[in-house]
């Protein structure tokens, strides 16, 4: 008998080391078939055998919801953790279904009393719980393709029985999913690293739109800028100001150039623009004749030919609430850094009617690669910072947006496409600049913002 003890020893210190995981997934399957099951199997098992089963279950229980995995699967400790959350829902699931299996079996060979019965099925039902607990809490907390209100909905329903069964499946679903994609994603980023994909023969600048400034703590452009420095691009930020006209954003941004190209000693820049920053660039190379100095203007989001939302809110709201809220933004613009604020004027030339003479007396130079991007949401809830300002926009007409700028007004010069994504989140305004820090499904703006800056360099930009 001491023999058994010492074999059960022996068995747990092997897959504690890795040498040989009696948790690992096969194994696994067999040893859960009976693991829960303490009553019943005390009735079959006596003395010894017993307790050699229970330490053996004990620990198998507290290994596969402790430490699910037996080794790091990916140097990303979040993946790791999303991947042991998707192995404890499969457990769950194939312990819920096994017990139709098993209790057929156990009560046709064991005369079992009542009240071991009731706590056999007690105890296998908690077991099972809080496995497919301990799961989709790993994966709640861990997935970059839940959003909020993702997270809240599975939280609501993760204890409401026949309910939770299909939150399972879904979380699971996510989980395979995610880690798959970043799995090959991590794989590959050392190819990447090596090859340096995003360093440009010339330094990008980023150029941030309406509303916002260029702040340390807060990177207007999320995680866009480090995953592109990691990749060999040389990033330097336009730091205009927020509510400022075009002219005298171009201004700023003039000085701006002529900073970088004397600390760099770059010949020219890549420009990469976001929203209103398209049109202060558009009206910096045309006004300072920059066209020398600057490789390529890429414009994300910018409203080219105007937002009709612009011209409803001039038009619509009263003249004196325009001027007292005009003022109320400049105030706290001035205290955020701002010298020139004009909100009320910002606005205005964000609208039809000014976009039509802003493009009919400012001209692309020929020395200069101008390219667009627009993006359209998918819904009113794609975003819901957004979701206002894109249903008016649809009820005056722009159909597709995104959130902010018509899909149409997006386009401009060498127009590549509209960002989107196969599902119905879309990709909002504030999505183009990863400004939420959230990653969907069917969606990756910092590899298309890679995909775009390795374009620049094979260009020879």
Known sequence: MLLLWIAAAVLILLDLFGKFRFT???????????????????????????GVYLLLSIYALLRLNIYPIGRHRT??????????????????????????????IALHCVSLPLSSLVWDILLTVFIICFTALNGMLRVIFTSRWLN?????????????????????I????????????????????????????????????????????????????????????????????????????????????????????????????????????????????HTYDMGKYIASLTTMGTPHYGVKFADVLLKHIPTPVVDSVSEIINNIFR?????????????????????????GRVKDSPDVYYQSFSSVMGCAFSDPILTI???????????????????????????????????????????????????FRGFDMIDKYVEIVSELKNMGY
Request: glycine letters at 8%.
């Open 24 to 50: 690992a997934k096969y194994p696994a399957a067999f040893v859960l078939i009976f693991a829960p099951h303490f009553p019943i199997m005390s009735e079959i098992l006596k003395g010894t055998l017993y």
């Open 335 to 359: 205290k955020y850094g701002d010298k020139h604020p004009d909100f009320k004027m910002a606005v205005h030339m964000l609208t039809e009617e000014y976009a039509a003479k802003f493009n």
């Open 170 to 285: 879904y979380l699971r679903h996510i989980a395979a999913k995610e880690y798959d994609y970043y799995e090959y994603k991590l794989n590959d980023m050392p190819s990447r690293i090596e090859n340096q994909v995003c360093h440009t023969r010339y330094p990008i600048l980023l150029v941030h739109g309406v509303g916002f400034r260029d702040a340390r703590f807060f990177n207007y452009w999320g995680r866009i800028p480090k995953h592109l420095r990691a990749l060999g691009a040389q990033i330097f930020y336009g730091n205009q100001e927020g509510w400022a006209t075009i002219d005298s954003n171009a201004e700023l941004l003039h000085r701006r150039v002529l900073e970088i190209l004397e600390q760099t000693g770059a010949e020219k820049i890549n420009i990469i623009a976001h929203s209103k920053g398209g049109l202060d660039c558009r009206q910096m190379i």
């Open 389 to 439: 300002p894109y249903l008016i926009g649809r009820a005056v007409g722009s159909k597709y947006n995104d959130g902010l700028v018509p899909e149409p007004s997006a386009h401009w010069s060498n127009f590549r496409g509209t960002i989107t994504s196969k599902r119905i989140h879309g990709v909002s305004h504030g999505d183009l600049i990863d400004l939420k820090r959230e990653d």
């Open 148 to 168: 909020v209100l993702k997270r809240l909905i599975c939280f609501m329903f993760v204890l409401i029985p026949g309910i939770n069964i299909i939150v399972m």
């Open 75 to 104: 140097s990303s400790h979040r993946l790791n953790f999303l991947y042991s959350g998707k192995r404890l829902l499969n457990l769950s699931l194939y312990l819920s279904f096994i017990q139709l299996v098993f209790y057929p």
